[in-house]
């Protein structure tokens, strides 16, 4: 099957800096990924749709200038966190869809100390 | 978006066969029937989705209801590699499959 790869796996910042993340697709190209979030022991929350040329569609109360999403070619999708703090702690997952099946990447664990 | 309805948790036996729930009655006609399993500190891994039929691969089987308000996933033979947490999601075309991941089903398997 089609792959997705999420770089990096973790990171730990300190509160008040930027952390990028990377969302690859390896072997098809994406016009469109989706970035997720999860807290511990909870579901997946979907942040933000990622457009490939255009603006990413946010979800209801996710704040955009906070999470920038940039999707400047077919297989790269970046989620920025700015101005990190503790409580934007979590696992944040990207996902590209490729005939009718979403293909997840392994996930970034980021901890803001 | 049409919600769907699994038990919080289930149990089975190594080796046996396990049927996992899901109830989606709000489903609309043009609604896939998707199912995803996460394993701790991974991404979601795609396991099967239908839209009317029941539909078999490598990993699992499919049955959907012939009304279509529920389905259940099946799983011929559980390992213990197939501890995971399950998710029914629906997902119609025109969204992009951007999928609303619920609660799940946090299956246990036993040896």
């Known amino acids: 099957g089609a792959v997705v790869s999420q770089h990096p796996s973790w990171v730990i910042c300190k509160s008040g800096t930027s952390v990028k993340i990377e969302c690859r697709s390896l072997?098809?190209?994406?016009?469109?990924m989706f970035w997720y979030r999860q807290f511990p022991k909870q579901s997946l929350m979907l942040m933000a749709t990622?457009?490939?040329?255009?603006?990413?569609?946010?979800e209801q109360g996710v704040e955009k200038d906070k999470f920038l999403i940039n999707h400047a070619s077919l297989t790269l999708s970046t989620l920025t966190v700015t101005s990190a703090h503790p409580e934007d702690s979590s696992f944040y997952i990207c996902?590209?869809?490729?005939?009718?099946?979403?293909?997840f990447g392994q996930g970034t664990r980021l901890t803001v100390v | 978006d049409a919600k769907t309805t699994q038990p919080n948790s289930m149990e089975s036996n190594e080796e046996e066969p396990v049927h996992l729930p899901c109830n989606h009655s709000?489903?609309?006609?043009?609604?896939?029937i998707h199912w995803y399993r996460q394993l701790p500190s991974q991404g979601p891994e795609y396991v099967i989705h239908?839209?009317?039929s029941n539909v078999n691969n490598r990993m699992a089987s499919l049955a959907i209801a012939e009304d279509r308000k529920s389905s259940t996933l099946i799983l011929h033979r559980a390992t213990l590699r197939d501890a995971a947490v399950y998710y029914c999601?629906?997902?119609?075309?025109?969204?992009?499959?951007?999928?609303?991941f619920g609660k799940g089903t946090s299956l246990l398997v036993t040896p």
């Open positions: 996902s590209a869809t490729l005939q009718s099946e979403a293909f």
């Open positions: 072997d098809f190209q994406a016009t469109t």
């Open positions: 990622s457009n490939e040329g255009s603006k990413a569609t946010y």
């Open positions: 709000t489903i609309s006609g043009t609604d896939y």
């Open positions: 239908g839209l009317t």
């Open positions: 999601i629906l997902s119609r075309a025109n969204s992009g499959y951007a999928l609303n």
